[in-house]
């Protein structure tokens, strides 16, 4: 099967700092890839690479199979990449219904907006994801931060992304809201959506994910197959392994 997107050798510096050294990644059709890293492993660089905000400093970059350059991010959005941010952009004062077609409203003759549509589609839409809301009106600032992701995520999937790019939307949740986001993750890659997690939990990343990536400081230290590594030695190679064994002797009292 052809990947829908594949990245080749790329590289990224800022200036002279190398913040990615040959990256490779491959994203398919249904399926979730995961992309692990501790704090400025070169994640979101990443992300940005692939959402059209950066470009890479070499390397490739393939859509189904054909070599590809975004020059901007409505690039990436029109070859069917959709990318929800950490801080989400979304406008907390606004209601849900038009954070939900933000840049995307329907208008009418003269450009008027046709607001009841857009309500009626963004409840048939949240509802058929099993999101349950009060009411489209409410401002998003007042949503739970696992609704807002949840939110963004049916988003993407209604205006037909074909590849969904999530970063960290887990990390500033709970149990119960991670648990929620999760599914949301689940139900997208049953869709069909090739999906690109970023997360800094192994625990999250193994109870979706088909392919685990790991960065360190801008290399790619791991590029497994979930077949071919298990949550232990994913917990392990995400912290750092030997590191946190000699912390440990440090620390002990
Ligand atoms: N615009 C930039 N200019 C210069 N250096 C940058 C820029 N953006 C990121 N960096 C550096 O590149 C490295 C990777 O940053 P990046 O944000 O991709 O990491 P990350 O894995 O997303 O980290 P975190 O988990 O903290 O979000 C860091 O050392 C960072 O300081
Ligand atoms: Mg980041």
């Known amino acids: 099967m052809t990947a829908l997107i594949e990245l080749r050798e790329i590289s ?20 979730v890839t995961c992309v692990l890293g501790d704090n400025g492993a070169g994640k979101s660089t990443l992300i940005k690479i ?40 979304v406008v ?3 209601s849900v219904w038009r954070n939900f077609f933000l840049g995307q409203e329907l208008t009418g003759a003269f450009g008027v907006l046709k607001k009841d549509e ?11 994801m099993g999101i349950e809301l009060r009411d489209v009106e409410v401002p998003v600032a007042s949503l739970s931060g696992g609704q ?38 689940a139900a997208a890659r049953d869709r069909g959506i ?3 997690f970023i997360t800094h ?8 994910g088909d392919h685990f990536i790991l960065l360190n400081l801008g290399k790619q230290i791991l590029d497994v197959p979930r077949a071919g590594v298990t949550l232990e030695e994913l917990t392990v190679q995400m912290s750092g392994g030997g590191e946190l064994d000699s912390l440990s002797h440090e620390l002990q009292r």
Request: glycine share 8%.
């Open 50 to 89: 692939l959402a059209g905000l950066h470009n890479a400093s070499s390397g490739q970059i393939l859509l189904e199979g054909e070599e590809h350059q975004f020059n901007s991010p409505r690039d990436a959005l029109d070859a069917g990449i959709a990318t929800v941010y950490q801080d989400l952009a």
């Open 118 to 128: 857009m309500r009626q589609i963004t409840e048939q839409q949240l509802r058929e």
């Open 194 to 196: 090739g999906v690109i």
């Open 92 to 94: 907390g004062q606004m």
């Open 148 to 185: 807002r992701q949840v939110v963004a995520i049916a988003r993407a999937i209604y205006f037909g992304a074909r590849v969904l790019i999530l970063d960290e939307p887990t990390a500033a949740l709970g149990v119960k809201q991670s648990g929620m986001v999760l599914r949301f993750i």
């Open 12 to 31: 990224k510096k800022y200036g002279s700092f190398q913040a990615l050294s040959n990256i490779n990644l491959s994203v398919r059709a249904g399926e």
């Open 201 to 208: 939990n192994p625990h999250h990343a193994y109870l979706v």
